[in-house]
């Protein structure tokens, strides 16, 4: 693990960066998303980028919707394929998004892995990767950008220093057989918004979370039928979430709408957990 810098972060010498022409207009923002290559990590790259952020992000693996969404936004996504686990990567992948868009002003902690089975039963290699990926991996993440935030000038005067999102999980509050660590590791995540956003609140940054309910991802491809049909059973609006869901809190959370809104867990799961 490496200490604080005095400026912004930097690797230029310590990786190869496999991206397009770059982007460096002034005022331009850029919001960092972890694990978009697919998923919920990929809608919210998409609508960032509709908004006009410039985006990066990483994931173990590409995907050719990344690809088509990279070659519509040409210029403006940075992809790099990388473990969320791996500490030293993480920080190139900052460094190295700084040196392609000269800044970051908001990073979304959306990368995670999920094993359900009873606790009793679940090997040493699935509770490791999840306190690895969703939580340690976060938790990196987003001190690398706060470091970069702390550095870097606001982009414009009266913008904040920077925003963090963490995608949590309606798990960590409710509960749900079989995803015990799972929610260990998101109810981890919403304890380290609520403390980060009392510390480094008073430098103009913002720390939220979201707490989504069961969505109709690849995270959830493994419910059982009968699981499915009792998480729509108990939840008010009769369904399992989409992305599309979620990605309007996280562009709030990130805009300056929510200019005034720290340290708070919004929790979208159609009334599940009311």
Known sequence: MNGPRSGPVSNRDQATVKSDTPSTAVGEVTTIVSGGSRGLGLAVAQRLLQRGDRVATFSRSGSAALVALAAKHSGRVHHEQLDAADSDAV????????????????????????????????ADADIDAMLTVNLRGAIVLVRECVRQFLAQPRSLPDAGAGSVVMVSSVVAARGSPGLAVYAATKAGLEGFARCLAREVGPRGIRVNAVAPGFLAT????????SDRERIVRRTPLGRLG?????????????????????????????????
């Not at 690849?218 to 039928?225: E, I, N």
Request: charged share 15%; proline share 3%; glycine share 14%.
């Open 91 to 122: 920080r190139r992948f900052v460094g190295n998004t700084v040196d392609r868009f000269g800044r970051v002003d908001h990073c979304v902690a959306n990368a995670a892995v999920a094993a359900e089975g009873i606790l009793a039963t679940m």
């Open 218 to 225: 690849d995270l959830s491809a493994t419910l059982s039928p």
């Open 242 to 274: 989409d992305t599309a869901d979620i990605v309007g809190a996280i562009d709030f959370l990130t805009g300056p709408g929510a200019a005034f809104v720290t340290g708070q867990t919004l929790t979208i799961d159609g009334g599940g957990a009311a």
